[in-house]
């Protein structure tokens, strides 16, 4: 990992030693080394300093030794060994201080690399960089088109589980899922997955993988790649332009609910039919905002009894409610549909809601 070597350069020496992974770890080995070595020296001294056995215990039992003489023993010996003390005292009181002052940049140090380098866009941190390693491992980008979109064949199987048919599937665009969703609901997400796509429970929680802390990582390196509103707005923008000069679409509300369903754009990610249609995900939608894969239907005026006043309408798809909390008329959120704020315009939403309530 590139990224340790900013604070850690003895770490980073010792990782490509490929032995040692930490500085806790190096010093920690250090000091073993070290007192294995003073173990053997000590050992060596004492075998050395070993008096030969002579004549009878009773002359040279180590208690019967005459000791210091008190001028000697409350002079010389008494003062080596407050000198001796007064430089441990004296260790502690410069080393402690020391410490502590370098505590906090230590602390800054250790965040920076495990989280990323605010100021540097390129530097992906520790967590972030294990989660980027993972979704390579996992395979994340070949059905998603790296963080851009794809798509995955997909078999369709009818409820007895007999085949019906083999369906490229699109699989949204990842590098905007931060600003759709917050963590917890993409945690959701990777812990049960999609029953009923391609996409699989990864979490431990949902019977996948990945542990806790692998969708951690994931989820930091999402979010740690994602584009920003500007550039998702400008796309989206883009694409909407594109695809009704095709006319691949009758208004401006229709484009941005179905927007992908000729081109793939996002892997849909910007669309609404995605979910609130069947079979839009193939290129075969059924009938529009009918209900789809997680969605439910939004047909036959459901939206206005829901949403009486547009403007509450409006507020929910432009920033969904939290998990839990309610929402229009009896309405209560999953937090499984994402906010649209931040990737499409205020005009765009606008249209897609007067859209939706003329379903
Ligand atoms: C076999 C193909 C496949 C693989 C592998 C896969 N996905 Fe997916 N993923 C999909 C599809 C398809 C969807 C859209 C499902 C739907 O239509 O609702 C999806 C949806 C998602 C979503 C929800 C996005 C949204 O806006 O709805 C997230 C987040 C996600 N995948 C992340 C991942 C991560 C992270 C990995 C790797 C650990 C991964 N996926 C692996 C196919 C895949
Ligand atoms: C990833 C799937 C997904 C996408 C994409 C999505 N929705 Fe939803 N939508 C849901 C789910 C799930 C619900 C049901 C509420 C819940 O579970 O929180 C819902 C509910 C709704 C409702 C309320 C319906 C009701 O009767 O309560 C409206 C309105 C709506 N969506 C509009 C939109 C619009 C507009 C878009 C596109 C700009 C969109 N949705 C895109 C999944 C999605």
């Known amino acids: 990992m590139e990224t340790s070597n900013v604070i850690d350069p ?52 180590p208690n019967r030794k005459p000791y210091y003489p008190d001028e000697e023993l409350e002079g010389k010996v008494l003062d080596r060994v407050l000198g001796l003390a007064l430089v441990l005292i004296a260790i502690i009181a410069v080393g402690l201080p020391l410490y502590w002052l370098a505590e906090p940049g230590r602390h800054d140090g250790a965040d920076i690399a495990y989280r990323g380098d605010p100021t540097d866009p390129d530097d992906l941190g520790i967590f972030a960089s294990r989660g980027e390693g993972l979704y390579v491992e996992f395979g994340c980008g070949d059905c998603h088109g790296g963080v851009q979109g794809g798509f995955r064949d997909h078999i369709l199987l009818d409820s007895e589980g007999e085949f019906i048919a083999l369906v490229p599937w699109k699989a949204p665009a990842l590098d905007d899922v931060a600003l759709r969703y917050d963590r917890d609901e993409v945690r959701y997400i990777l812990d049960y997955g999609r029953p009923g796509s391609p996409m699989q429970a990864f979490g431990g929680p949902g019977g996948g993988a990945m542990t806790t802390q692998q969708i951690d990582n994931i989820i930091d390196y999402l979010f740690a790649i994602s584009i920003t509103p500007e550039e998702a707005q400008a796309a989206a923008t883009e694409e909407i332009e594109r695809s009704l000069e095709a006319g691949e679409f009758d208004d401006l509300g229709e484009a941005v609910f179905n927007l992908g369903l000729e081109s ?24 529009p905002g009918g209900g789809g894969t997680i969605g439910p239907s939004l047909r036959g005026g459901s939206t206005l009894s829901r949403f009486p006043d547009p403007e509450e309408h409006y507020e929910f798809v432009f920033e ?18 994402p906010s649209f704020g931040q990737i499409l315009t205020e005009e765009q939403i606008r249209a897609v809601v007067e859209y939706e309530r003329g379903l």
């Open 264 to 287: 793939g754009f996002a892997g849909g990610a910007y669309s609404c039919a995605r979910c609130h249609t069947a079979g839009w995900s193939w290129g075969e939608p059924l009938e």
């Open 320 to 337: 969904m409610p939290p998990p839990g909390a309610g929402y229009g008329v009896g309405g209560q959120s999953s937090g499984r549909m």
């Open 10 to 61: 003895i770490a980073s020496a010792a990782g490509s030693l490929g032995v040692l992974a930490t500085t806790q770890q190096t010093i920690g080995i250090v000091i073993v080394v070290l007192l294995a070595i003073a173990g053997v020296i000590v050992f060596w001294f004492n075998t050395r300093a070993a008096r030969p056995e002579l004549g009878a215990e009773i002359e040279l039992a």
